[in-house]
Each structure stands twice: as structure tokens, then as C-alpha cells.
């Protein structure tokens, strides 16, 4: 008689649960073959083995039931190669998403430890890299509440035109309002891109000198910090250049209270 095995030993041969294997049963996708006569007990043979290995394959490699079920009732050596093909570039853009993701908290990680270390200070530093910022025009005086709606329109441009972002936002400030002392009066809201797009309001921002500092506490209140800064750059032996940026570092996805929000601010310099 051939070798049967129940549900229990089959699960624990293929390192899976019973309720997996209930469960792929009552779906249609892999089922007991043999049922004893006698008892009306069901039982799974040794050849399916090789069967179950092949569709725990097909799930590692992210297919739906369906799509197992499918592909099963179906298979030949095209579709298989079709299947694979398929999966692997899926794979393929998983691990890019993956790397990109990875980037991302790289570059968190610096910007908090470099908050831990230069909080309280203003400091000159230079930028090796150019970064790209799409932008999108603040409206009326310029205040929170244009500033979130700017944001808004700015990441809703972004995903329709399928742009390659960070999810890093801010604020850019120009060098008449500061020298008018208008130091919440936002003209562009701005979000920083992978790589430079075709679009008129995609900037870049050089690499040079910049003066860096940060403030604690809530958005309304960061053009204080952002005076100072202008200040210390007046005291040094350098000149402010064009604009002002404010990059958000900590917000309500990770403080509690907007007394804890961190802004990075940095002023060109030459």
C-alpha cells in the first residue's frame, strides 16, 4: 500500500500549520487524494509532497490562492516561465522600493544625530551634494494655513506625475521677507526629490556653504529660530544668499505634542 499521511504529519513534514492545510483544502488548492473506504478518512500520498513544496513556493514568491490555484490547474513549462519572469520583476521593484526606503532612514538617522549634537548651536557646514526640490507657490500672506494647502496641491502634483520623492517637506522663505523681518511669511512649499524632473518648478539646490540651525517647539514659532540664524550669518564674514529653507525633522508622526517638533533651518552663505 502506498505511504498516506494525515493532515497532522503532513503539515509538521512541510513545516506549516494544519489550519494552513484545512485552509488550502477548503480553498481548492491542495487536497487530501486518497479517502479510505472504510472510514471515509482522507489522506494525503507521498507524491503530493513534492506538490505542497512547489505551492509553498509559489506563496513565498507572493502569489495569491487564486493565482496558485490558477497556475496549477493550468501549468505547463511556458506558463511556468511566464510566472517566473513575471515574479522576479515584481522582485525586482520590491527591492528597489526596498533600497529606496533604506536611503530614506539612512538620511533620517543623520539629520536626528545631527540634532542631538548641534541642537542648540548655529552652525556653517558645507553641502558636497546638490538636492532637488519640486515647489509649489504659497498663496495670500503666506501663514500656516496657506502653507498646508500649498502642501497639500505639492504632494498631490508629485503622485499624479509620479515624481521620485523623499518624504522630507518644507518651507522656503525669501530674501525679502527676511529682510522685511516677515519671518513666517512662506513663499514656496517644497519637497525634496531622488532625482531632478522635467518640470518648471523642480530647483536645485547647490552644493556650498550653509548656515544650520534648529528649532524645538511649534511651526508658528520657527521663524524666531529662523532670525537668529539670519543674524549669525550678519555677525560672520559671510553674506546670506537668496532664500531660507526649513526642513520638518520631527512632527506629529512622532511627537506627541508640537512643543517637541523639531524644523532644521539653513541659509546659503557665500
Known amino acids: 500500500m502506498a505511504t498516506l499521511f494525515t493532515v497532522g504529519e ?3 513534514l512541510s513545516n506549516i500549520s494544519k489550519q494552513t492545510l484545512i485552509f488550502y483544502d477548503r480553498k481548492g488548492v491542495f487536497s487530501p487524494n486518497y479517502v479510505d473506504s472504510d472510514n471515509g478518512y482522507r489522506y494525503y500520498s507521498a507524491d503530493q509532497l513534492e506538490l505542497l513544496d512547489n505551492i509553498l513556493i509559489l506563496k513565498e514568491m507572493g502569489l495569491s490562492l487564486e493565482e496558485i490555484k490558477s497556475f496549477m490547474e493550468n501549468r505547463s513549462v511556458e506558463l511556468a516561465l511566464s510566472l517566473m519572469r513575471e515574479q522576479k520583476q ?7 522600493r526596498i533600497w529606496k526606503l533604506q536611503k530614506k532612514l539612512d538620511d533620517k538617522i543623520e539629520v536626528l ?24 507657490s504659497v498663496d495670500g500672506c503666506g501663514d500656516l494655513l496657506q502653507q498646508d494647502l500649498a502642501q497639500k496641491r505639492l504632494l498631490r502634483r508629485a ?5 521620485p520623492y523623499y518624504y522630507q517637506i518644507g518651507a522656503m522663505y525669501s530674501r525679502e521677507s527676511m529682510d522685511a523681518g516677515n519671518w513666517h511669511q512662506a513663499s514656496f512649499m517644497f519637497l525634496l526629490l531622488e532625482k531632478p524632473v522635467k518640470d518648471p518648478l523642480c ?6 556653504l550653509y548656515a544650520r540651525g ?7 514659532e520657527s521663524g524666531n529660530t529662523c532670525r537668529k540664524v539670519w543674524e549669525a550669518v550678519g555677525k560672520s564674514d559671510y553674506r546670506p ?3 531660507a529653507l526649513e526642513y520638518c525633522i520631527l512632527d506629529s508622526l512622532t511627537s506627541r505634542s508640537s512643543k517637541d517638533y523639531v524644523t532644521e533651518i539653513q541659509i546659503p552663505v557665500v
Open 159 to 163: 503622485k499624479r506625475e509620479n515624481y
Open 113 to 136: 544625530e545631527a540634532f542631538r549634537k548641534d541642537e542648540k548651536r548655529i552652525v556653517f557646514l558645507e553641502k558636497t551634494e546638490p538636492e532637488y526640490l519640486l515647489l509649489e
Open 241 to 243: 544668499g537668496k532664500y
Open 214 to 220: 534648529y528649532h524645538t517647539g511649534p511651526y508658528q
Open 10 to 12: 503532513m503539515a509538521k
Open 90 to 96: 515584481k522582485m525586482e521593484q520590491r527591492m528597489e
Open 203 to 208: 530647483m536645485e539646490k547647490p552644493p556650498g
